[in-house]
């Protein structure tokens, strides 16, 4: 039956449109993952500590100029050729314009040395990115962990500052985003066997989590410790 619909895909073409969105979405997650070490290194640098390290400012500089060649790639070839998964979508040209307006802003004010201007330049375009795919219909593995990401974030926030009481609302929510992630199609590329084994080890601190909040334990350690499984598994779904 599965080399019969793989036939099938093929007479209809269905395969070739398959394979042109795992292209775009492989180049789109290349892109990502320079725009991400950028973004890092400017958060950085923005901190008074890490104040013009020079190993910083050079992977700012090279990492975001990086991000800006791989996006105009993809505008160029992207534009007028959509893949088949983002066909219907009438803002297709501009999203591709406005994330590369976006990422030449964030290259200025890196080379300005604008470290703050440029750590928002870079989030403006991921999240950008992250509404493309929510108009478009998309839900790759990234999508999900952004989306835990942001709660595990503002939950550890609230801990910290002594408001667990407000956090532990928000753990009904870690929960959902976790199961989220565990349904979504894990990424192409090089990383994917590394994020389906980090998977158990995201759930298991998720529920570390539930149950300290169920028991009303302290929420600093399961929350601190859950945010850095958080980032790695996030990298790694790029």
């Known amino acids: 039956m599965r080399m019969l619909t793989a036939a099938l895909a093929l007479t209809l073409g269905v395969g070739a449109n ?17 725009m991400r070490a950028a973004c890092q290194a ?11 390290n020079p190993a910083l400012v050079e992977t700012a500089g090279a990492e975001v100029g990086n991000a800006v060649t791989l996006w105009s790639a993809i505008v160029r070839d992207y534009a007028a050729v959509t893949p ?4 219907g979508d ?20 890196t080379a300005a040395h604008e470290w703050r201007l440029a750590f928002l330049s870079c989030a403006h375009a991921c999240n950008w990115i992250t509404m493309m795919h929510e108009a478009n219909g998309v839900t790759l593995a990234i999508d999900t962990m952004a989306a835990l990401r942001k709660r595990v974030g503002i939950l550890k926030g609230l801990v910290a500052v002594g408001q667990a009481e407000r956090g532990r609302p928000l753990v009904k929510e870690v929960l959902a985003a976790r199961d989220a992630v565990l349904l979504s199609p894990p ?18 601190a ?3 989590l539930a149950e300290a909040a ?5 929420l600093t350690a ?7 499984i958080v980032e790695r598994v996030y990298e790694l779904a790029i």
């Open 18 to 34: 398959a394979a042109d969105d795992a292209s775009f979405d492989m180049r789109v997650s290349e892109a990502r993952r320079h």
């Open 42 to 52: 400017v958060q950085s640098l923005a901190k008074p500590d890490a104040a013009g």
């Open 84 to 87: 088949a998964g983002y066909a």
């Open 90 to 109: 009438p803002g297709w040209k501009q999203r591709l314009e406005d994330i590369r307006l976006d990422l030449e802003r964030m290259q200025r004010e």
């Open 187 to 204: 990424p192409e590329g090089p990383t994917r066997d590394a994020f389906l084994a980090a998977l158990p080890e995201l759930s298991r």
């Open 206 to 208: 998720v529920d570390a």
């Open 214 to 218: 169920r028991s009303g334990a302290d």
């Open 222 to 228: 399961p929350a601190s410790s859950l945010a850095a």
